[in-house]
């Protein structure tokens, strides 16, 4: 499924793709794509976070491509039914408090020649906080998508819950008015059933809207999309 058709990209030939286009007459006419299992982690480095952090350490002279292999696990994001793998799990739940400084082993492959002459520890000081604050944005960035993760899978489930309630609430419309029909029932027992099948319908539609903003938050956590040719990465920065 293309993911394009809820979020255009800006680097598209056709200005009408440049807008939120939705096509459909009602929320329940809008796609969300479905979530791919083993779903990488590298499709983290999209996210703008990152990339000003990586933007950062390739202006201190950092090899970025040595700093992701060091501090970016390379884990499967999504599981079967677009659930949250394990190893994503523990990352989320316990990144804030894992590595909690950064080893001069780490730091050297990163910076590799980097370190001003005569100010070393100056230099080493500022690598570290470079190198801390690229840290915390990947440990953010699984903390993000874990949660968006969990939201999509909850809304979804509840989403099929509510559309029995809407199926149930219609048909019991259907008896009442049939029961009126033949005098069996009063006008009144008619116009709860209509007020009850109002009301699923109404929460139905809040949980699919619920749902599609779940979707935004996850096409966030992720830096963009997750199907067919949007799962495009960047290279590191020079």
Not at 156 to 177: H, I, K, N, P
């Amino acid at each position: 499924m293309n993911y394009r058709t809820l979020w255009p990209q800006r680097d598209s030939p056709d200005v009408d793709d440049w807008t939120f286009d939705v096509k459909g007459a009602a929320i329940a006419d809008v796609t969300v794509p479905a979530i791919d299992p083993g779903l990488p982690s590298n499709l983290l480095v999209r996210r703008p976070d990152l990339a000003s952090a990586e933007a950062q350490l390739a202006g201190a002279n950092a090899d970025v491509a040595a700093a992701r292999a060091a501090l970016l696990p390379t884990i499967t994001l999504t599981g079967t039914a677009g659930l949250a793998t394990t190893a994503l799990t523990s990352l989320a739940t316990g990144g804030t408090t894992a590595a909690i400084g950064i080893a001069a082993s780490v730091l050297q492959p990163i910076f590799d020649g980097g370190r001003l002459r005569g100010e070393k520890a100056v230099a080493e000081s500022k690598e570290r906080e470079l190198v801390e604050t690229y840290r915390k944005a990947i440990l953010a960035s699984f903390d993000d998508v874990e949660q968006a993760l969990a939201g999509t899978t909850r809304l979804g489930q509840q989403e099929q819950l509510q559309e029995g309630v809407q199926t149930s609430a219609r048909e019991s419309l259907r008896l009442a008015e049939a029961r009126y029909k033949a005098g069996a029932d009063d006008l009144l027992t008619v116009l709860d059933a209509q007020r009850t099948l109002f009301a699923a319908q109404d929460q139905l539609a809040q949980v699919q809207l619920n749902r599609l903003q779940a979707a935004v938050s996850l096409y966030k956590a992720l830096g963009g999309g997750w199907s067919g040719g949007d799962t495009g990465l960047p290279a590191p920065s020079a």
